[in-house]
């Protein structure tokens, strides 16, 4: 009887220990499971605001260089989803319909490109494909509602999306662009990189003391004289080399960073909680022309402005001199808090190294051979932008808008008239 | 000499009742707050629901003063006679009171449900709530960036570094910013962040946790352009760390736990 027992006993043991062990094992796999779907539903949904961007921008100009651009990333882009929904477990009728609906759209961007199909008509079908395109893109979207059980988005794409009962008809929507061939295109490049930091290595200044560095941050930010400071150097490593500042006061708590060449601020960030009062916008700019003043950027002006829930991002660029155009690259973020204006963060990372800009011609535009007759030119300046072989090019800033597809920044080489950037504004 | 003081003396008194009178007096619905493109929060809500129900609006109604509202907004003034400058002050403000409506409790409440609606006049309420839009963060980012963007950011941020100090949490979603500009990593945040043992918070499931408002706001610094680490595009927790490789990568600073490395 005894010996009974422990043979129950440890055949219980053991039952338990596999019992848990493949317990484990399947949540291992249903993580990897979740986060391949996961990766490949927010790669899509992704590529899928890329590319109703680049279809909007199609829509914009009429002038066929112009229009180079935006075709071309509309073939890559549409050709870079489809390889993305091919890994999806989607149900077969669905991933065809979609798969034929993107090829028709990368298809038919490789033929008005190439003459083959009138823009007029591109330009007709793909009013709707975009908003289609947004719905999809949103419908993918990484998501952790549902109290962040990260089989949601398992779940909900086997249980939802995948079945052909969706409440949009795609095939409705693979029809409105129906009349292009089909053909398979190769996997591209993504997306360019717009935002490029500036190579702090070669500050020639002479070097600051650890003591300097002190003072300067008392003088810069007076309020937390004060305040407990705890100063490192960077790593030896480091690709240049600056002061860390950690800087604690009551409550608040932040950090500075200064190079050491020179004694720049490169940037500064504090955290502390927040009252719900809420300053002006015009106290909020005169907050802001303050500071840059205060910290010697008066060559700066404010570009851009947005108001969230504790505070204000506001976007500077340095003013050329010769001929009042922005220098984007050269730009200085301000954070504001709301509810009584005080500075919670400066990032002057580009501005240390001011852009060498070389005289560049200035031939006017004519808009109406540009812009499709829906947009209307809204406002015009000049601003120095990069170019894809990163030189810095003035150019007009455009302003221009229609009602359906939204507003946009153009920015237009003054000299050669090539579209440098186009951004679309929220 | 009386008559001229009486004259003066009326005189005044007329001076001061026409201004009385032609004083603006503030509107009953908006805060006394001056409304600009950049601006957030309920009096955007107001605005956007007033100008949709006269039909100058037809984007979605969601607190944020970008240029659809402010192209409405011009066109409102423009028919009525107002300055068009594209700002709600209280010549604006109570001229929209006065033609249009606001039901309050039905707009936040489908806010709040986060229900995709409209807000027009002349239909009715209830047939103007469609389908639950997807969940987002709501806030105001740089236009190179989405609220896909910041969730999946802070998703990362929260479950990598909700211990650290803020400025930590700065630094992880700049390290994931700068690998997406960089030629080694993926072109996209999604990518970068589902990227085969790339963060830990992904391998364990963290990434799934719902992140909370500091992460959220450590995220928005970063896409705004702060970045602690000086251009890191890795980082590692000395104590935890096994792989010997990430130790040769040339290091940066230490931020809280994490080292930071180029």
């Given at each position: 009887?005894?010996?009974?027992?422990?043979?129950?006993?440890?055949?219980?043991?053991?039952?338990?220990?596999?019992?848990?062990?493949?317990?484990?094992?399947?949540?291992?796999?249903?993580?990897?499971?979740?986060?391949?779907?996961?990766?490949?539903?927010?790669?899509?949904?992704?590529?899928?605001?890329?590319?109703?961007?680049?279809?909007?921008?199609?829509?914009?100009?009429?002038?066929?260089?112009?229009?180079?651009?935006?075709?071309?990333?509309?073939?890559?882009?549409?050709?870079?989803?489809?390889?993305?929904?091919?890994?999806?477990?989607?149900?077969?009728?669905?991933?065809?319909?979609?798969?034929?609906?993107?090829?028709?759209?990368?298809?038919?961007?490789?033929?008005?490109?190439?003459?083959?199909?009138?823009?007029?008509?591109?330009?007709?079908?793909?009013?709707?494909?975009?908003?289609?395109?947004?719905?999809?893109?949103?419908?993918?979207?990484?998501?952790?509602?549902?109290?962040?059980?990260?089989?949601?988005?398992?779940?909900?794409?086997?249980?939802?999306?995948?079945?052909?009962?969706?409440?949009?008809?795609?095939?409705?929507?693979?029809?409105?662009?129906?009349?292009?061939?089909?053909?398979?295109?190769?996997?591209?490049?993504?997306?360019?990189?717009?935002?490029?930091k500036?190579?702090?290595?070669?500050?020639?200044?002479?070097?600051?003391?650890?003591?300097?560095?002190?003072?300067?941050?008392?003088?810069?930010?007076?309020?937390?004289?004060?305040?407990?400071?705890?100063?490192t150097?960077s790593s030896k490593d480091a690709p240049y080399?600056f002061?860390h500042?950690e800087?604690?006061?009551?409550?608040?708590?932040?950090y500075?960073d200064?190079?050491?060449?020179?004694?720049?601020?490169l940037s500064?960030l504090?955290?502390?909680?927040?009252?719900?009062?809420?300053?002006?916008?015009?106290?909020?700019?005169?907050?802001?022309?303050?500071?840059?003043?205060?910290?010697?950027?008066?060559?700066?002006?404010?570009?851009?402005?947005?108001?969230?829930?504790?505070?204000?991002?506001?976007?500077?660029?340095?003013?050329?001199?010769?001929?009042?155009?922005?220098?984007?690259?050269?730009?200085?973020?301000?954070?504001?808090?709301?509810?009584?204006?005080?500075?919670?963060?400066?990032?002057?990372m580009?501005?240390?190294?001011?852009?060498?800009?070389?005289?560049?011609?200035?031939?006017?535009?004519?808009?109406?051979?540009?812009?499709?007759?829906?947009?209307?030119?809204?406002?015009?300046?000049?601003?120095?932008?990069?170019?894809?072989?990163?030189?810095?090019?003035?150019?007009?800033?455009?302003?221009?808008?229609?009602?359906?597809?939204?507003?946009?920044?153009?920015?237009?080489?003054?000299?050669?008239?090539?579209?440098?950037?186009?951004?679309?504004?929220? | 000499?009386?008559?001229?003081?009486?004259?003066?003396?009326?005189?005044?008194?007329?001076?001061?009742?026409?201004?009385?009178?032609?004083?603006?007096?503030?509107?009953?619905?908006?805060?006394?707050?001056?409304?600009?493109?950049?601006?957030?929060?309920?009096?955007?809500?107001?605005?956007?629901?007033?100008?949709?129900?006269?039909?100058?609006?037809?984007?979605?109604?969601?607190?944020?003063?970008?240029?659809?509202?402010?192209?409405?907004?011009?066109?409102?003034?423009?028919?009525?006679?107002?300055?068009?400058?594209?700002?709600?002050?209280?010549?604006?403000?109570?001229?929209?009171?006065?033609?249009?409506?606001?039901?309050?409790?039905?707009?936040?409440?489908?806010?709040?449900?986060?229900?995709?609606?409209?807000?027009?006049?002349?239909?009715?309420?209830?047939?103007?709530?469609?389908?639950?839009?997807?969940?987002?963060?709501?806030?105001?980012?740089?236009?190179?960036?989405?609220?896909?963007?910041?969730?999946l950011i802070a998703n990362a941020v929260y479950g990598e570094a909700r211990g650290e100090p803020y400025e930590g949490q700065v630094a992880v979603a700049a390290v994931i910013l700068n690998r997406v500009e960089h030629?080694d990593f993926p072109?996209?945040v999604?990518?970068v962040i589902f990227q085969p043992r790339a963060f830990t918070a992904v391998a364990d499931?963290q990434i799934?946790?719902?992140p909370?408002?500091r992460a959220?706001?450590a995220v928005?610094d970063a896409l705004?352009?702060w970045d602690p680490t000086e251009n890191a595009i890795y980082y590692f927790n000395p104590d935890t760390a096994t792989s010997d490789w990430i130790w040769s990568r040339p290091q940066i600073k230490k931020i809280g736990q994490h080292i930071f490395c180029s």
């Amino acid at each position: 009887m005894k010996k009974f027992a422990w043979i129950i006993t440890a055949v219980a043991v053991i039952f338990i220990v596999y019992h848990f062990s493949v317990q484990e094992k399947n949540t291992r796999l249903e993580n990897a499971l979740a986060v391949q779907y996961s990766n490949q539903l927010t790669s899509s949904s992704e590529k899928l605001v890329k590319l109703s961007e680049a279809i909007d921008q199609t829509l914009i100009f009429t002038d066929k260089t112009a229009l180079e651009q935006p075709l071309d990333d509309v073939w890559r882009l549409s050709s870079d989803i489809r390889a993305s929904i091919s890994a999806l477990p989607l149900e077969e009728g669905t991933s065809t319909q979609w798969m034929n609906y993107l090829n028709r759209i990368g298809n038919g961007a490789s033929q008005v490109r190439n003459g083959k199909v009138p823009l007029e008509d591109w330009q007709k079908s793909m009013t709707t494909a975009r908003s289609n395109l947004i719905t999809l893109s949103n419908e993918w979207a990484f998501n952790t509602k549902d109290q962040g059980k990260k089989d949601y988005l398992v779940r909900t794409f086997v249980n939802r999306k995948v079945n052909d009962k969706n409440d949009k008809s795609w095939k409705t929507l693979g029809d409105s662009v129906k009349a292009y061939t089909e053909s398979d295109f190769p996997m591209t490049a993504s997306e360019t990189d717009q935002q490029k930091k500036k190579d702090l290595e070669h500050i020639r200044d002479s070097e600051v003391s650890e003591n300097q560095i002190k003072e300067r941050f008392i003088k810069f930010f007076p309020a937390l004289k004060d305040a407990t400071l705890h100063i490192t150097e960077s790593s030896k490593d480091a690709p240049y080399p600056f002061y860390h500042v950690e800087f604690h006061k009551g409550i608040r708590i932040g950090y500075a960073d200064f190079t050491k060449r020179g004694g720049h601020l490169l940037s500064y960030l504090l955290e502390r909680p927040f009252e719900e009062t809420t300053i002006s916008v015009e106290r909020m700019k005169e907050k802001a022309k303050g500071y840059l003043k205060a910290f010697n950027y008066a060559d700066t002006t404010i570009v851009d402005y947005r108001e969230n829930n504790i505070a204000w991002h506001i976007a500077n660029a340095r003013v050329d001199n010769e001929n009042d155009a922005l220098v984007y690259a050269d730009g200085i973020q301000l954070k504001i808090a709301k509810d009584n204006g005080e500075l919670l963060g400066l990032n002057a990372m580009e501005y240390i190294q001011e852009e060498n800009i070389p005289t560049q011609a200035v031939v006017p535009v004519d808009y109406h051979e540009l812009f499709t007759s829906d947009f209307v030119v809204e406002e015009e300046k000049l601003a120095y932008v990069e170019n894809d072989q990163l030189q810095q090019r003035l150019a007009f800033e455009v302003l221009t808008r229609n009602d359906s597809i939204g507003t946009y920044k153009i920015y237009i080489d003054t000299e050669t008239h090539e579209i440098l950037q186009s951004e679309k504004l929220p | 000499m009386k008559q001229i003081k009486y004259i003066l003396i009326s005189l005044v008194l007329c001076i001061v009742s026409y201004s009385l009178l032609t004083k603006v007096e503030p509107s009953q619905a908006f805060s006394t707050q001056v409304l600009e493109r950049g601006g957030y929060g309920d009096d955007v809500i107001e605005l956007q629901a007033r100008l949709q129900y006269i039909s100058f609006y037809t984007s979605e109604i969601d607190g944020k003063f970008g240029y659809s509202t402010y192209w409405a907004l011009r066109n409102f003034q423009e028919k009525y006679g107002l300055p068009i400058d594209g700002m709600l002050g209280e010549k604006t403000k109570k001229k929209l009171v006065e033609v249009s409506k606001f039901h309050k409790d039905f707009v936040h409440e489908q806010i709040n449900k986060g229900n995709s609606f409209t807000h027009y006049g002349g239909i009715a309420l209830e047939k103007q709530v469609k389908n639950k839009k997807p969940a987002t963060s709501n806030m105001q980012l740089p236009p190179e960036y989405t609220e896909k963007d910041l969730d999946l950011i802070a998703n990362a941020v929260y479950g990598e570094a909700r211990g650290e100090p803020y400025e930590g949490q700065v630094a992880v979603a700049a390290v994931i910013l700068n690998r997406v500009e960089h030629s080694d990593f993926p072109n996209t945040v999604g990518e970068v962040i589902f990227q085969p043992r790339a963060f830990t918070a992904v391998a364990d499931g963290q990434i799934w946790l719902t992140p909370n408002e500091r992460a959220k706001e450590a995220v928005l610094d970063a896409l705004n352009g702060w970045d602690p680490t000086e251009n890191a595009i890795y980082y590692f927790n000395p104590d935890t760390a096994t792989s010997d490789w990430i130790w040769s990568r040339p290091q940066i600073k230490k931020i809280g736990q994490h080292i930071f490395c180029s």
